[in-house]
């Protein structure tokens, strides 16, 4: 497509969107549980174009708990106004927008007997079970979803501030790793001309916003519980305090050096919650991780990048030794996993102190 085409169709999608929020009742912007910046950011672009375009103030929602030290952040830094919901809250709401997740996805507190009228989202569409919303924006190909956003403010004339310059901007980033992965032209462009619009200090703020010791806490278990099998590296927080260190600790083990595929699985509320990176598209993350939810949880995302959730039901241990299996059955068939570091030596008198 040219980018003429692509600024028609943006403004087109905008056209139908609006349309949908125009109508007499509150709208809700709902995003993934957990919401991680790319969410965050589309949600804020939405509000924005809804604000313009129809002169409404849309509520941006989310279940779970946002608690990546730079997500609170960048809700703190650029002054997102998000609400953490409860399923039946929907309800108060006439017009739902998903945005960077989709129904039956099983990552947000969208009922399945709620149709949603509007859905933006750039996930692998399920290959069973399809769903229905009024109106659906979906671009697998798409590095993240606020490029998706980037492209209808741009096609419709809508002045992106430079705080929500710096939410989509961040949102790009995180969600391509600087646009090392699965970037494509579309987010190449917006990541460029957002850039200079971004505020260089928050951006900054947002990067290196401090962590609470519990972080350092989770870090050294996932380290202690970490195996390598083959190329693909395991390691389970066995006291997850915050649903985003899994993720976290997923994109950190994929530094280590041979490394293929990551995951990181862990227990939080009675949810067990498993994130898995891969150093390309060969990876096939989404495919493996429904490999391993399969007829327990639900689960999916891209081929670099997947995540899912298996429901505690009985006896946590058992779930967690099935889900280890599973794992290394579908990220390292026939490879036989061992520690990356050996437990540490218990402190106090026996350890050695070496200043
Ligand atoms: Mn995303």
Request: hydrophobic share 40%; charged share 25%.
């Amino acid at each position: 497509m040219s980018e003429k085409e692509v600024q028609d169709q943006a403004a087109a999608n905008v056209e139908r969107i609006m349309a949908l929020c125009k109508r007499p009742g509150r709208i809700l912007i709902l995003m993934q549980d957990n919401p991680d910046p790319d969410a965050l950011a589309s949600a804020a672009a939405l509000h924005d174009l809804t604000h313009h375009h129809v002169k409404k103030h849309a509520v941006l929602g989310y279940g779970g708990i946002c608690g990546r030290a730079e997500n609170r952040a960048m809700i703190d830094i650029l002054r997102i106004g998000v609400k953490r919901l409860t399923p039946d809250q929907i309800e108060r709401f006439r017009t739902v927008c998903l945005v960077d997740t989709q129904p039956r996805s099983g990552n947000n507190i969208l009922m399945p007997s709620r149709l949603p009228e509007v859905v933006v989202d750039h996930h692998l569409l399920p290959k069973r079970g399809p769903w229905m919303a009024e109106f659906a924006d979906v671009r697998p190909d798409y590095g993240a979803c606020s490029t998706i956003f980037y492209e209808y403010l741009q096609a419709t004339n809508v002045r992106i501030t430079p705080r929500l310059a710096t939410a989509l901007f961040y949102g790009i980033q995180s969600d391509t790793q600087d646009l090392g992965r699965e970037a494509n032209p579309a987010d190449i462009r917006a990541y460029r001309d957002l850039f200079l619009i971004a505020d260089k200090k928050k951006l900054a703020h947002i990067h290196h916003a401090p962590v609470p010791p519990e972080y350092f806490r989770m870090l050294a278990d996932s380290l202690a519980t970490c195996v390598v099998a083959g190329t693909t590296v395991v390691s389970q927080i066995p006291e997850c305090t915050n649903a985003d260190m899994i993720a976290e600790v997923a994109d950190r083990l994929m530094r280590l050096e041979g490394m293929r595929a990551a995951v990181c699985y862990g227990v939080f509320g009675d949810t067990i919650h498993l994130s898995a990176r891969a150093l390309d598209a060969r990876g096939n993350c989404a495919r493996r991780m429904k490999r391993v939810v399969a007829r327990l949880g639900s689960g999916g995302g891209h081929r670099s990048m997947a995540g899912g959730q298996i429901p505690i039901n009985g006896d946590a241990e058992k779930r967690l030794a099935l889900v280890q299996a599973r794992i290394l059955k579908a990220f390292a068939p026939n490879r036989v996993p061992v520690p990356l570091c050996e437990a540490l030596p218990p402190g106090g008198e026996g350890g050695q102190s070496q200043q």
